[in-house]
């Protein structure tokens, strides 16, 4: 690839990592996706290699859409390249590399988005009641991921990055970095304040390291920090010992959290702040399901259903 051509790409990259606060994650993806493209202009668009991004036309982008397609990429990949494509373009113009947009108008497939899926109040006691079948400090420590994960509907990824002085057990509430590296308190209730504190005081001072210090809250056996497969696991493990036939993932546990709240009365913006989403309308997603539910006990309950 030019280096003309994956310097403004590089600077893009930087731009979302410095300004807008875009995980690495999220950085490799648009990294893939953007080298995609210009693999793509370099082989297909000979005007590319002398005019460099000013020589891209939408036509040129429509073309990369269609290639996509024949590459047999699922719609949702699709629209995410796409997505990237976009970004980069808004990017090039703001800068004064483009004097006009080419991906204006470029729209990617329409992905449908499955409900959120939840498991009920009932199985979800059974799943925070495993842990206690296991001893020592491990199992005090499952006990308090397995609360503070219901308690607050944290990503993984935020439980996993969570520090010791994080956690405030006088007021009650727990400090995470969200997206973008936004901090929020989220509260917790004294259930899981109470598996927390002993898991602070029996639990993770045997699981610490002399050879590995460390601030972060949850600790392997190994005395390192736990890491967001290391959470799926120890999820998968106790769904299984509670008998839960659905698959049952941190994520699964989140929508769980927003679909019990809004079904008990918690409003939307209440539910948003929470789970620290950034638009609203990410959190009307659960609206259907609960609607959903509501339907469901209307027809059961209602004399005249």
């Known amino acids: 690839m030019s280096s003309e051509h994956t310097r403004w790409i590089d600077a893009f990259l930087d731009h979302l990592l410095v300004q807008k606060n875009y995980s690495h994650h999220t950085i490799q993806a648009y990294t893939n996706d953007l080298r995609q493209l210009v693999e793509y202009l370099e082989a297909e668009v000979p005007a590319f290699s002398k005019k460099g991004w000013a020589a891209i036309t939408y036509e040129h982008l429509r073309d990369f859409q269609g290639h996509l397609v024949e590459q047999g990429y699922a719609d949702t990949s699709i629209a995410r390249k796409l997505a990237s494509v976009r970004t980069l373009f808004q990017y090039l113009l703001l800068e004064g590399v483009i004097s006009r947009d080419p991906s204006r108008g470029l729209e990617g497939p329409k992905?449908?988005?499955?409900?959120?899926?939840?498991?009920?109040?009932?199985?979800?006691?059974?799943?925070?009641?495993?842990?206690?079948?296991?001893?020592?400090?491990?199992?005090?420590r499952d006990q308090a991921i397995l609360e503070l994960l219901y308690a607050t509907g944290m990503r993984v990824g935020e439980l996993a990055t969570l520090h010791i002085d994080d956690v405030d057990l006088e007021r009650n509430v727990v400090r995470c970095r969200g997206k973008g590296n936004k901090e929020r308190e989220v509260p917790i209730h004294e259930i899981a304040a109470q598996k927390l504190l002993a898991y602070l005081q029996d639990g993770r001072p045997r699981l610490v390291s002399a050879q590995y210090q460390t601030q972060a809250l949850f600790l392997n056996f190994r005395g390192t920090p736990l890491t967001r497969q290391g959470i799926w696991l120890i999820i998968k493990k106790y769904a299984k010992m509670a008998g839960i036939q659905v698959k049952v993932t941190p994520h699964v546990l989140r929508h769980s959290v927003a679909t019990h709240l809004l079904r008990n009365g918690a409003n939307l913006r209440e539910v948003q702040e929470l789970l620290g989403h950034t638009n609203l309308t990410t959190t009307q997603r659960y609206t259907k399901v609960v609607n959903e539910h509501l339907r469901e006990v209307y027809d059961k309950t209602h004399p005249r259903a």
Request: no cysteine; glycine share 6%.
């Open 111 to 140: 992905v449908s988005r499955p409900l959120p899926k939840a498991i009920s109040p009932e199985e979800i006691e059974r799943l925070l009641d495993a842990p206690a079948h296991v001893e020592g400090p491990i199992g005090l």
